[in-house]
């Protein structure tokens, strides 16, 4: 569609694509919300509650998880610099997939959760992997800064903890 746009009316729409999204003002709701603020918010409320931290699945798949601070600025940067009609994919580079047993585990460290963590494998893992290519986003930026998931996590997690009340859950 926005190659007919550009081609009839000389439109410059163009279409981003986001792996797996995370970061502060997420919806941490347990039903409709996405597996890092999941993860979050139960780490929160098993600590709380001394109650053990459930992960839905066996933790084997593999995603690629992107700042939503860090998306932000890519945002920025394509509706200033990004002139192609075909889509980009943003994304951190491959070799930075992580795990949800991962991600579970640098959840469980940002809160300092001491208790027990089930992997509950009766839960559907889903989709083992959906890997992304981010080279053309490279071929632009080769030196772009992604936040390490890490510190991510643990901006997500001070966030959530501090902003508890009004947070989206
Ligand atoms: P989502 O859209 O963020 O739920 O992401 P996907 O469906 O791509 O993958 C989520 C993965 O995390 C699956 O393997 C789930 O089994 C696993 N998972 C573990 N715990 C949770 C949780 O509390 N919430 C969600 N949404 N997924 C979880």
Redesign the pocket.
């Known amino acids: 569609m926005n190659r007919a746009y550009n081609q009839q009316y000389g439109c410059n729409f163009t279409a981003v694509i986001p792996t ?1 999204v995370y970061g502060p003002h997420d919806n941490f709701n ?1 039903e409709d ?3 890092l603020p ?2 979050i918010h ?1 780490v929160y409320t098993a600590k709380k509650n001394e109650t053990p931290f459930t ?3 066996t933790g084997k ?1 593999l ?1 690629q998880f992107i700042y939503s601070i860090d998306l932000a600025k890519l945002m920025i940067w394509v509706l200033r610099d990004y002139k192609e009609i075909s889509p980009i994919i943003l994304s951190v580079d491959e070799k930075d997939e992580v795990s ?1 047993k991962e991600a579970a585990e640098m959840v469980v460290e940002a809160f300092n959760f001491k208790g027990e963590v089930i992997y509950d494998s009766t ?5 083992f992997k ?1 890997t992304a290519s981010n080279a053309k986003l490279r071929k632009y930026l080769p030196n772009f800064n992604f936040t390490p998931i890490r510190q991510g996590i643990k901006e997500t997690v001070d966030w959530f903890q501090d902003n508890y009340d009004t947070a989206r859950k």
């Open positions: 797996n347990l919300g996405h597996v999941g993860l139960k992960v839905w699945g798949p995603r949800i839960k559907s893992d889903g989709q959906k």
